[in-house]
């Protein structure tokens, strides 16, 4: 189902340019607002069938201790990925760290379940390819609703469909123990952002676009890595 | 004599300073210890209280105001959020606007509140320049099974103390995030649409009963 999609990302991302041609309002940074509008109530209409539930399920039913394990679990495999990413913009110590902390959790952690690099100082990061195309200097481009993966740019589209393509467990062979992992690392992703959603829901004048700015401002923060130049106005 | 006097005069202009710097000290905190020592009051008082974290929004409003609010510049958070269009608006609206926004992000970081489960704060090294008037101050929540998030606070040096005009969380500004949607507002209905957006926005969440 992924790999699906994946494939079609690029074809969905055209659709969508030529589709954008005659919905756009007015936001330089959201040209293709009309689809992505689209888009976004078709992602909300799957979670909140689909998704939001088995999330809620699985957060009330399982003990803390549990999902912190399989979290790191799943964060543990993402550290190699993390570090290649690192190591890609050029910044060999956190690539170095990010390969020692799997090395430590995939082994004093017992296969991840245990973060102890974190209890060590070492530092766990985030990065993926839209942020190494960003460190680059590629522009981010048009913000795109990704049906399935939500909200993305132009640039971070491109990182995305590279994400999947590296991604250890979307290349699992064996087709069932891959879906089950892809299937309960979504729901133990999801579980985290459930305390989120309500604020949210508070703060959103208009949710959609509320989660867009918020997503590009976030993305703008992560390639530089928590240090974006302020963009500071006086009015 | 004349190193004598050279001398007196050195001890005097440091005891001015020293004297002044304790006056300083005594009528405002210094912006970390300002952000930590709130953060760690508020928080002792969530964990005690079983009414907000089963969702009683009412109560962490009551807690928010007291004991968050006194730090907070909403006036100067109002104009970075509405920031071009703030002009346009006359003295009035500004005043109209700055209580409904100040009410908006009353009730979300009241309700962020009540989501508390057992997170830690980390509050991150902190180095300030003499002399200087506007500060960024990091914490970052730790919590078990999910990645660190960033929770940054934005100071600026006020007459009556240092007082936060911006929140990141995770990189998103909590003020600017409201920019785009407010021009659009703005572009909409001019600044008496805004305001009516957020009463009405303001109005739902006030009669809203609680939610688990």
Known sequence: MRNLLVKRIPVLACVALLLGGCATSGNPKDPIEGFNRAMYGLNEAVDKVAIKPVAKAYDFVLPSPVKRGVANVFGNIDDVFIGVNNLLQGKGKDGIVDLGRFLVNSTVGIFGIFDVASNIGMEKHDEDFGQTFGRWGIGPGAYVVVPFFGSRTARDTVGLVLDVKTDPIANIHDVPSRNVLLVTRIVSDRAQMLPADKVIEEAALDKYAYIRDGYLQRRRNLIHDGNPPREKEDF | ?212
Do not use: C
């Open chain 2, 1 to 212: 004599m004349k190193i004598k006097e050279y001398s007196m005069k050195w001890l005097l202009a440091v005891v001015a300073a020293l004297s002044f710097n304790a006056a300083a000290l005594a009528q405002e905190q210094a912006p970390e210890v300002l952000i930590k020592n709130v953060t760690n009051e508020v928080l002792e008082i969530v964990r005690k209280d079983k009414d907000i974290q089963s969702g009683n929004t009412k109560k962490a409003i009551e807690l928010v105001e007291a004991k968050v609010l006194p730090h907070f510049n909403f006036p100067r958070m109002t104009q970075l959020a509405v920031a071009r269009e703030w002009k346009q608006a006359s003295a009035t609206q500004q005043k109209v606007l700055t209580e409904e926004f100040r009410s908006l992000l009353v009730r979300t970081y009241s309700k962020a509140l009540t989501e508390y489960k057992n997170q830690t704060i980390d509050f991150k090294p902190f180095k300030m320049q003499a002399g200087e008037t506007d500060v960024k101050v990091r914490t970052q929540i730790d919590q078990a099974g999910a990645k660190p998030i960033g929770l940054d606070y934005y100071l600026e040096k006020m007459p009556n103390g240092w007082k936060v005009y911006d929140i990141e969380v995770g990189g998103v500004s909590l003020v600017t995030n409201y920019r785009g949607e407010f021009t659009t507002e703005v572009r909409k209905g001019g600044i008496d649409g805004l305001i009516a957006t957020l009463q009405a926005k303001n109005k739902s969440g006030e009669g809203a009963a609680p939610k688990k």
